[in-house]
């Protein structure tokens, strides 16, 4: 069975792959297959962010009684790429290549250093304090 960090590091690493083949069709200006491929990202990791928020953050939170730490940073960092992730389909639509190859730019600063401080800091510690087999179970049925 997986452990919290495993289970979510290779979420991380698939959302990763994911947007890379998005970035490359936009350089090479292939919109029509670029469209496609930013829906699997967006929709894998918005689903990724889904289940830390309903399921990884409230176990940890419950568990732990700490709500005001990575939690909370973690959260507000979602949003942030939530946005981002917007504004990339907005430049997508519109086949702006040079506005969303700097918004991806911004995203992908953002999202490695925050799956940085999640995999060596956040789920280390839900390993730690959560029984990682029922989490993982409870985030797959998302």
């Known amino acids: 069975m997986f452990s919290i960090t ?19 069709l936009v ?5 029509q297959e670029a469209v ?3 829906g699997e990202f967006r929709d894998e990791t918005l689903r990724h ?7 990884l953050f409230p176990e940890f939170e419950g568990r732990t009684g700490i709500v005001m730490g990575p939690t ?6 979602h949003a942030q790429a939530r946005e981002l992730i917007s504004r990339m389909g907005e430049a997508l ?14 995203f992908m600063i ?3 250093q925050h799956n940085m401080k999640e995999e060596q800091i956040l789920y280390p ?14 985030m797959e049925a998302l």
């Open 110 to 112: 953002l999202i490695q």
């Open 93 to 106: 639509e519109k086949k702006d290549k040079r506005a969303f190859l700097s918004v991806g730019e911004t």
């Open 72 to 77: 909370q940073v973690m959260r507000m960092e």
């Open 6 to 24: 495993e289970y979510l590091t290779d979420e991380h690493r698939e959302c990763d792959e994911l947007y890379a083949k998005v970035e490359r």
């Open 125 to 138: 510690m839900c390993d730690q304090h959560l029984d990682a087999p029922e989490v993982v179970q409870k």
């Open 49 to 55: 962010f889904q289940k830390e928020e309903d399921v």
């Open 36 to 38: 496609k491929a930013f």
């Open 27 to 31: 350089s090479e200006e292939r919109w």
